[in-house]
């Protein structure tokens, strides 16, 4: 892969984890990044260690007003979205029993990780159909392909976001936009530390169950085999597991 200059990625989910390993990956690669989350605070650290190739979005991917207004809140110079990742998600309640759980969590988990991307993908690829040009990237999870206890909300998030990724993969064939689904196993991140709001003992022994887990830099590695294919190439699933 080559470092020179390649065009704009915007990444959701840029704050921490999974998503701040994609967006330093990304420039790392020559492309320009916008790192877009809610906390204003992370992303401006990450920008700052990532350099004048990053610029920072605040971003609630659950609220209409924010997402509607993301272009107009860039500069003009960064507006034109080659490459949308749409990282931002969260298990908040989940690893428990459905009727155990809140419904309010149940549907922010939906209404992140699902209507999220569906509402940050309609703003940005209108542009990417205009240029004819452009590459939609949904990081999800294997748990889009199978349904686990005590993760109702969290496996009907990421089954939405596979039928969506492949619905919107044959909407925009031979119209020069591609659709890729990145779907990873086990992680190592702040995604488990939220889901159980920083309780250490609780993400160690969730951890400690699986003989091996992935790390953030695995899954960004794979977002870049996808984006640096020729155009006429479409990496449309890659699923990614720990081990050998």
């Not at 990742?85 to 699902?114: K, P, Y």
Request: hydrophobic residues 45%; contains cysteine; neutral net charge.
């Amino acid at each position: 892969m080559t470092t020179a200059a390649r065009g704009i990625a915007l990444v959701t989910g840029a704050s921490s984890g999974i998503g701040a390993a994609i967006a330093s990956a990304l420039a790392r690669c020559g492309w320009r990044v916008v790192c877009a989350a809610r906390r204003e605070d992370r992303l401006a650290a990450n920008v700052a260690a990532i350099g004048a190739s990053a610029t920072s979005l605040q971003l609630d991917v659950r609220a209409k007003a924010s997402v509607e207004s993301l272009l107009d809140r860039l500069p003009e110079s960064w507006r034109e979205i080659d490459v949308l990742v749409n990282c931002a998600g969260h298990d908040i309640g989940g690893r428990r029993r459905f009727d155990e759980g809140s419904m309010d969590q149940w549907a922010d988990t939906i209404e992140t990780n699902l209507l999220g991307a569906m509402r940050v993908t309609h703003m940005v690829v209108p542009g990417m159909l205009k240029r004819r040009r452009g590459h939609v990237v949904n990081v999800s999870s294997i748990y889009a392909l199978e349904a686990h206890a005590g993760s109702s909300a969290y496996c009907t998030s990421k089954f939405g976001l596979n039928g969506f990724s492949k619905a919107i993969l044959d909407d925009y064939r031979n119209q020069g936009v591609r659709v890729t689904q990145i779907l990873p196993g086990v992680a190592k991140s702040d995604f488990s530390d939220t889901r159980w709001k920083g309780d250490r003992s609780k993400v160690d022994d969730f951890y400690a169950h699986f003989p091996a887990v992935l790390e953030p830099e695995d899954i960004a590695r794979s977002v870049l085999f996808a984006v640096d294919q020729p155009p006429h190439v479409t990496i449309s699933e890659l699923v990614i597991v720990a081990g050998s």
